[in-house]
């Protein structure tokens, strides 16, 4: 994969060695040697990564930038690797407190150093297609404009952490440091603790294979988008490039230090907690997409995308697909005569009886005004005329119970009910088929069904 990478060192000679080893693998590399010139260069280009060196003289040190960078909306969410000399385990936690996602001692092996870029720039590649998709819905007005980052917004409680190792002594280390704030649980346990949010794996493991573990977890869907933290020893550069390979997010070494797992558990949970707000937004996003406001049943948009498919599958020897159309009688005059919050909520009790008196494999949706569609797949005529005429009883049972009116409202419907029986329907001439007959029910009094079958229509 191709990406911009920022190099922020001091010395030119480190700039252009990493410049060299990163153009070899064909990414782009932005330069700079002093911390505040990276945070106002990576604000302005937007690098896809960060590599930073802590020991930078005057102004701002690597720990301060990479805080000022987390700090910012417009790049809070590029993946910051810190780079240092210094390798004592006081720094390295500072460096992933000061919210770098990974920290790396000169001189970095370059096996290892490629394998965390790939691994950090493969999630960024996820977060910002997250990211773009929902900037979308707030452009189109289908998702509300937040008044913060929601990155920002997350703080850090309790999550369930689900352990995969079969080292006592280890385990013990871990549920000791990471129980302080989290729910720690072994596998066959986290039943009883809920849905982990981050997943801590030994591939030193002796009993089970701790790879095999990752790719699974990787493959199945409900586990895909979980962080997951690899424990290798400290010299096994070949297992933890092999972990990163596979799909896990982040690496830990033995021993393990109780600061170090704590501070990457809290990076990779929070990161978690945000692509899953982003996620769900886009999954509201969709919903409001697709739904009317004021009923919340399916809106025209959503019908048309259905009807086309069904009608297609019926016309090559599929089931059958019938629709109704529904009117709400003498509508204008009730919202000429009590106004139009008194028809919002007979739209909307109408709605829920609508809702209510179909099957949940059909699809009730409002096309407009007081007028409805449902979708009837795998219904024949005759059927589709039965529904319809027990939702008529249904919705004439009872009168509608309208708030701020002393009396409640009488209220019927007229269905008109066609089902796709020609080869050459589309949805266009099915519906006009069931407004025809929709009409006919109108003049002949309203409160009543007609079905209007292709060869009646023909």
Same mark, same amino acid.
């Given at each position: 994969?191709?990406?911009r990478?920022?190099?922020?060192?001091?010395?030119?000679?480190?700039r252009?060695?990493?410049?060299?080893?990163?153009?070899?693998?064909?990414y782009e590399?932005?330069m700079?040697?002093?911390?505040?010139e990276?945070?106002?260069?990576?604000?302005?280009?937007?690098?896809?990564l960060i590599?930073?060196d802590v020991?930078?003289p005057?102004?701002?040190?690597?720990?301060?930038?990479?805080?000022?960078?987390k700090?910012m909306p417009?790049t809070?969410h590029?993946p910051?690797?810190?780079?240092?000399?210094l !390798? /004592?385990r006081?720094?390295? $936690? =500072?460096?992933?407190?000061? &919210? #770098?996602e990974?920290?790396l %001692?000169?001189p +970095? *092996?370059?096996?290892?150093?490629?394998?965390?870029?790939?691994s950090?720039?493969?999630?960024k590649?996820v977060t910002?297609?997250?990211?773009?998709?929902?900037?979308?819905?707030?452009r189109?007005g289908?998702i509300?404009?937040?008044?913060?980052?929601?990155l920002e917004?997350?703080?850090?409680?309790?999550?369930?952490?689900?352990l995969?190792d079969?080292?006592?002594?280890?385990i013990?280390?871990?549920?000791?440091?990471?129980?302080i704030?989290h729910r720690?649980?072994?596998?066959?346990?986290?039943?009883?603790a809920?849905?982990?949010?981050?997943v801590?794996v030994?591939?030193?493991?002796?009993?089970f294979?701790g790879?095999?573990?990752?790719?699974?977890m990787r493959?199945?869907?409900?586990?895909r988008h979980?962080?997951i933290?690899?424990i290798?020893?400290? !010299? /096994?550069?070949k297992?933890? $490039? =092999?972990?990163l390979?596979? &799909? #896990?997010?982040?690496?830990? %070494?033995?021993? +393990? *230090?109780?600061?170090?797992?704590?501070a990457?558990?809290r990076?990779?949970?929070?990161?978690?907690?945000?692509?899953?707000?982003?996620?769900s937004r886009l999954?509201?996003?969709?919903?409001l997409?697709?739904?009317?406001?004021?009923?919340?049943?399916?809106?025209?948009?959503?019908?048309?995308?259905?009807?086309g498919p069904?009608?297609q599958r019926?016309?090559?020897?599929?089931?059958?697909?019938s629709?109704?159309?529904?009117?709400i009688?003498?509508?204008?005059?009730?919202?000429?005569?009590y106004?139009h919050?008194?028809?919002?909520?007979?739209?909307r009790?109408?709605?829920v009886?609508?809702?209510?008196?179909?099957?949940p494999?059909?699809f009730?949706?409002?096309?407009?005004?007081e007028e409805?569609?449902?979708?009837?797949?795998?219904?024949?005529?005759?059927?589709a005329?039965l529904?319809?005429? =027990?939702?008529?009883?249904?919705?004439?049972?009872?009168?509608?119970s309208?708030?701020?009116?002393?009396?409640?409202?009488?209220?019927?419907?007229?269905?008109g009910?066609?089902?796709?029986e020609?080869g050459d329907?589309?949805?266009?001439?099915l519906?006009k088929?069931?407004?025809?007959a929709?009409?006919?029910a109108?003049?002949a009094?309203?409160?009543?069904?007609?079905?209007?079958?292709?060869?009646?229509?023909?």
């Amino acid at each position: 994969m191709s990406a911009r990478i920022l190099v922020v060192d001091d010395l030119e000679a480190n700039r252009r060695l990493l410049e060299a080893k990163l153009t070899a693998d064909y990414y782009e590399v932005l330069m700079a040697q002093r911390g505040e010139e990276a945070v106002q260069l990576a604000k302005r280009e937007r690098p896809d990564l960060i590599l930073l060196d802590v020991m930078m003289p005057g102004g701002i040190d690597g720990y301060e930038a990479c805080r000022r960078l987390k700090a910012m909306p417009e790049t809070r969410h590029i993946p910051v690797v810190i780079l240092t000399t210094l !390798d /004592d385990r006081d720094n390295k $936690v =500072r460096g992933l407190q000061a &919210g #770098a996602e990974e920290f790396l %001692t000169k001189p +970095i *092996d370059d096996v290892q150093l490629m394998a965390r870029v790939k691994s950090l720039l493969s999630l960024k590649i996820v977060t910002d297609e997250l990211r773009l998709r929902e900037a979308n819905g707030r452009r189109l007005g289908v998702i509300e404009e937040l008044r913060h980052d929601p990155l920002e917004q997350l703080r850090l409680s309790a999550g369930n952490v689900l352990l995969v190792d079969d080292n006592a002594t280890q385990i013990r280390a871990m549920q000791a440091a990471l129980g302080i704030e989290h729910r720690v649980s072994l596998l066959g346990e986290e039943a009883h603790a809920g849905p982990p949010d981050l997943v801590v794996v030994s591939v030193a493991a002796k009993s089970f294979d701790g790879f095999r573990v990752i790719a699974r977890m990787r493959s199945g869907e409900p586990t895909r988008h979980l962080p997951i933290l690899a424990i290798v020893d400290c !010299d /096994d550069r070949k297992r933890a $490039v =092999r972990a990163l390979e596979l &799909g #896990a997010h982040d690496i830990i %070494t033995r021993p +393990i *230090d109780e600061d170090e797992i704590i501070a990457r558990a809290r990076t990779l949970m929070r990161r978690k907690r945000y692509m899953d707000a982003l996620r769900s937004r886009l999954d509201q996003s969709l919903e409001l997409a697709i739904t009317d406001q004021l009923t919340n049943l399916y809106n025209r948009r959503f019908m048309n995308a259905q009807l086309g498919p069904l009608l297609q599958r019926a016309q090559c020897g599929g089931d059958q697909v019938s629709i109704m159309v529904i009117d709400i009688d003498h509508f204008k005059q009730c919202n000429d005569t009590y106004g139009h919050d008194a028809g919002d909520a007979v739209l909307r009790e109408f709605a829920v009886r609508l809702a209510t008196n179909t099957r949940p494999s059909d699809f009730a949706c409002r096309m407009g005004g007081e007028e409805f569609v449902v979708i009837m797949p795998r219904t024949a005529g005759d059927i589709a005329c039965l529904a319809a005429e =027990r939702l008529r009883r249904h919705i004439c049972s009872s009168p509608f119970s309208v708030p701020g009116l002393p009396m409640p409202l009488d209220i019927t419907v007229s269905i008109g009910v066609s089902c796709a029986e020609r080869g050459d329907d589309t949805p266009d001439t099915l519906i006009k088929r069931a407004d025809e007959a929709l009409y006919e029910a109108k003049r002949a009094g309203r409160n009543r069904v007609i079905g209007r079958t292709g060869a009646q229509a023909a």
